[in-house]
């Protein structure tokens, strides 16, 4: 049955359209890999406990590889190390691979919320292929939260661990 005037276009039809007009995209991927409950189920937005220490990740850049870490304690709001060196506490499930490297330097961002999500956003032309998130004496690989990798994507880590 065709649509009336007063039900617009439905879905199907505009598929159906897309793959008329030669395959057009119709459909957009999200931009943000996002982990984590909707506000409908969180309690009081607090700071995770415990709270993220640091994130570290080996990435590639054009054809370079990298390892770059994050430290929240560096800074008002967390930097990125100019000359990370390990990943303490975590070397049982994260090794550090490729050149030293500050991730400012890569393009990449952390911003974390006042509830303790981070976003990492991931510099121009790079790809995070690991990592790993610390807070107090629990480490995750990105890969717990949902994150698909490689990405070249922003993504999100929260907690608890």
Not at 41 to 53: D, E, L, R, V, Y
Not at 88 to 108: E, N, R, W
Request: net charge negative; proline share 10%; with cysteine.
């Amino acid at each position: 049955m065709p649509p009336t005037p007063s039900q617009g276009i439905t879905r199907r039809d505009l598929l159906k359209k897309g793959a008329v007009l030669g395959g057009a995209v119709v459909w957009v991927t999200p931009i943000v890999q996002s982990v984590g409950m909707g506000r409908a189920f969180a309690q009081a937005t607090s700071p995770c406990t415990p709270p993220i220490s640091y994130i570290a990740m080996n990435v590639l850049c054009g054809a370079n590889a990298y390892f770059i870490k994050w430290e929240a304690d560096l800074g008002e709001f967390g930097l990125f190390e100019p000359d990370p060196l390990s990943v303490p506490g975590c070397d049982s499930i994260f090794s550090p691979a490729g050149v030293k490297m500050d991730g400012d330097d890569l393009g990449f961002s952390v911003s974390v919320d006042p509830g303790g999500i981070a976003t990492v956003t991931v510099g121009p032309g790079c790809t995070v292929l690991a990592g790993v998130v610390k807070g107090g004496q629990l480490c995750n690989v990105i890969t717990d939260f949902g994150v698909i990798l490689p990405t070249d994507m922003p993504f999100t880590v929260a907690c608890p661990f």
